[in-house]
């Protein structure tokens, strides 16, 4: 399968900054198929970014997402206050015949 | 809007068994195939099980492969995860999550609010 690694694992930034994260994958993820998601405590995981770049709906634009091949990154150009959480990709670029099942990293909380 | 419920979470004895339910509200179950999701402290997030549309074709993580099984029955708006022998390390959240579009691998757009599983004697 393939692993995803998220780094940092935490980002200590205020309100305004700009956050960078990254996650790195043990192979080559297949056609930038590769998603983020917010989570916040006691919530669900949230879509923001699905094909490495394409927002969801409702997302705002400060989240971006880019890269390819197994480096890839989520950017929030300026943090409110809402945006402090932890944050996940994950992978699915598993698809007949390969059957490499969807993986997720390990999170970094935005702190 | 989609709408996923969980119910069925508690807990559970080593070696024994739970069912959860997830009741889909909102969209055509039909048309959709879905898939089940864990979280727990020592594992993060797992993809667990996914179904096709029609209930044809089930697709499982190898940790939980001839123990658990998903099911549905879209005249009911319904999905089912029977978790059999279980562990001490299936003990977690459960989600019920809509993938986009296939059920072996694919983002999730919607999630339940998830149902908690612990096992322990």
């Known amino acids: 399968e393939i692993v995803l690694t998220q780094s940092p694992a935490t980002l200590s930034l205020s309100p305004g900054e700009r956050a960078t994260l990254s996650c790195g994958a043990s192979q080559t993820v297949r056609a930038r198929y590769l998603a983020w998601y917010q989570q916040k405590p006691g919530l669900a995981p949230r879509l923001l970014i699905s094909?490495?770049?394409r927002r969801a709906t409702a997302i705002p634009d400060r989240f971006s997402g880019s890269g390819s091949g197994t480096n890839f990154t989520l950017t929030i150009s300026r943090l409110e206050p809402e945006d402090f959480a932890i944050y996940y990709c994950q992978q699915y670029s598993g698809s007949p015949p390969s059957g490499t099942p969807p993986t997720f990293g390990g999170g970094t909380r935005v702190e | 809007d989609v709408r996923l419920l969980e119910s069925g979470g508690g807990l559970v004895q080593p070696g024994g068994s739970l069912r959860l339910s997830c009741a889909v509200s909102?969209?055509?179950?039909?048309?959709?195939?879905m898939s089940w999701v864990r979280q727990s402290p020592v594992r993060g997030l797992e993809w667990v099980s996914g179904?096709?549309?029609?209930?044809?074709?089930?697709y499982y993580a190898d940790s939980v492969k001839g123990r658990f099984t998903i099911s549905r029955d879209n005249a009911k708006n319904m999905l089912w995860l029977q978790m059999d022998s279980l562990r001490a390390d299936d003990t977690a959240v459960y989600y019920c999550?809509?993938?986009?579009?296939?059920?072996?691998?694919?983002?999730?757009?919607?999630w339940g609010q998830g149902a908690l599983v612990t096992v322990s004697s």
């Open positions: 179904i096709d549309e029609a209930g044809a074709r089930t």
């Open positions: 999550a809509k993938p986009n579009w296939n059920a072996e691998a694919d983002w999730f757009g919607s």
């Open positions: 094909d490495a770049s």
């Open positions: 909102g969209v055509t179950l039909e048309r959709h195939a």
